[in-house]
């Protein structure tokens, strides 16, 4: 669909600009977060973010804020005054990302509960082809497969009944040199006729 196409050129543009400005590895968009279980989990691994520290002037500028947010009386303005300690804390941790986790990692675009969500050091599990074959096998093992298939329409009829049903049939058994033709008998079964 159109919207779906829009949305995912919405978070995949939106990854690539974080990937570049703040230098990861790569970068995707995705409808939904990445799970600690099921297929994400064989696939990534979600780093957990590091604590921010905080510079003088956030700390400051943080203690304002929150004595701020304590004063107010509106859930407009507690919201908004929210909305700015998220930025400073936001930064902050985005800093204590280094240089190789940067390297070796990547960043995901999606969308939490219909908002925008980035998350940030997400690793790609390499699987070497050992592990993918005992993926496998593991997987097939697991399951329980169940074999169907179509019987023979033959199989379990006599000789004499075939005779019976076909009664102008002649049956031999096929010697080498001879051929084989198709018929259909008077209640529709198929026969096979050889003639010498």
């Given at each position: ?42 696939n990534y691994l979600l780093l957990p973010v590091p604590e921010p520290q905080y510079t003088p002037d956030e700390q400051q500028r943080l203690d304002e804020l929150y004595a701020t ?123 096979v006729l050889l003639r010498i």
């Amino acid at each position: 669909m159109l919207v779906d196409r829009l949305v995912m050129e919405k978070l995949e543009t939106a990854a690539l600009a974080i990937e570049l400005n703040e230098d990861w590895s790569w970068s995707i968009g995705r409808e939904n977060p990445l799970q600690n279980y099921g297929e994400d989990r064989e696939n990534y691994l979600l780093l957990p973010v590091p604590e921010p520290q905080y510079t003088p002037d956030e700390q400051q500028r943080l203690d304002e804020l929150y004595a701020t947010q304590a004063a107010t009386e509106t859930y407009e303005d507690e919201a908004a005054i929210q909305v700015l300690i998220d930025e400073i804390e936001s930064q902050a941790a985005h800093r204590q990302w280094t240089d190789e986790q940067k390297a070796s990692c990547g960043v995901v675009a999606c969308l939490h509960n219909g908002e925008l969500c980035i998350l940030r050091g997400i690793q790609k599990k390499v699987k070497t082809p050992g592990e993918a074959d005992a993926a496998t096998q593991a997987t097939s093992r697991d399951l329980h497969v169940i074999d169907r298939k179509e019987p023979d329409a033959a199989e379990g009829i006599s000789l004499p009944l075939l005779k019976k049903c076909l009664p102008n049939a002649h049956w031999l058994f096929r010697l080498p040199g001879t051929t084989a033709t198709e018929s259909s008998g008077p209640d529709g079964l198929a026969a096979v006729l050889l003639r010498i």
